[in-house]
């Protein structure tokens, strides 16, 4: 498998745009997460979904972001409009979600730059 | 609220050396721990990962250990190696019905050859 695949890669735009970040989870994952990493705040939880419904959703910072999963492969999250303070490395994780380990297994981000 | 603290932000060691990461979390009701690694501009890796009823796991140079009731973790690496450099992050799992994870901030490793 390729692994959780996330794109793009960097993303660099002005305030006030839409961005759109994409994530393919591992198949067979039933569980898919979204985080955002900055120097300041490390690691923080947005959102995540179960076998494609969202389950917290207490993490998304303000109405600007939004996130949907319309199937099993592939999620979105969508921050309209962007702002300076939206800058940061966003990670998308998937896992198998049943009794035991639970691993989640990372992307490789997409850092978002607003300008 | 479960806070997840890891100290230090940084160290440097000299290549060779074992080495001691630390985590602690304020909430001992947890469901697991995980160890991760992040190399620059790459996405996190699974180290390990210690359920709450065991005590310590092991890969290869890397030993966890996991004391759920004083709220501590530790990561040793034996005989480290340049290679060895990244971040390292602890993350816990508060429990199986919300299975997001709560991060620390990371200690940057550093070891010189």
């Known amino acids: 498998d390729a692994g959780v695949i996330q794109s793009p890669r960097h993303e660099v735009t002005e305030m006030g745009q839409e961005v759109t970040l994409r994530c393919k989870p591992i198949?067979?994952?039933?569980?898919l997460f979204w985080y955002r990493q900055t120097m300041m705040r490390g690691l923080e939880l947005l959102i995540y979904?179960?076998?494609?419904?969202?389950?917290?959703d207490s993490g998304m910072p303000e109405d600007r972001f939004s996130a949907k999963m319309p199937n099993a492969s592939f999620s979105t999250l969508k921050i309209q409009p962007s702002e300076p303070r939206d800058s940061a490395v966003y990670f998308c994780?998937?896992?198998?979600?049943?009794?035991?380990?639970?691993?989640?297994?990372f992307g490789a981000g997409t850092r978002l730059s607003v300008l | 609220k479960q806070e997840v603290t890891q100290i230090p932000a940084a160290l440097s060691v000299p290549e060779g050396e074992n080495l001691v990461l630390n985590c602690s979390f304020t909430?001992?009701?947890?469901?697991?721990l995980q160890w991760f690694r992040q190399d620059p501009g790459k996405g996190l890796t699974s180290l390990l990962l210690?359920?709450?009823?065991?005590r310590e796991q092991t890969s290869g140079r890397l030993n966890a250990s996991l004391d759920k009731s004083s709220g501590r973790s530790t990561l040793y690496i034996a005989a480290s190696q340049p290679g060895d450099s990244a971040t390292y992050l602890c993350?816990?799992?508060?429990?199986?019905?919300?299975?997001?994870?709560?991060f620390g901030k990371g200690t940057t490793l550093s070891v010189s050859s």
């Open positions: 993350a816990v799992r508060p429990n199986q019905a919300g299975t997001a994870l709560i």
């Open positions: 210690i359920q709450s009823s065991q």
């Open positions: 979904f179960n076998n494609n419904v969202p389950i917290d």
């Open positions: 198949s067979g994952h039933n569980s």
């Open positions: 909430d001992s009701a947890i469901y697991n």
């Open positions: 994780a998937s896992s198998f979600r049943a009794g035991g380990q639970n691993i989640q297994y």
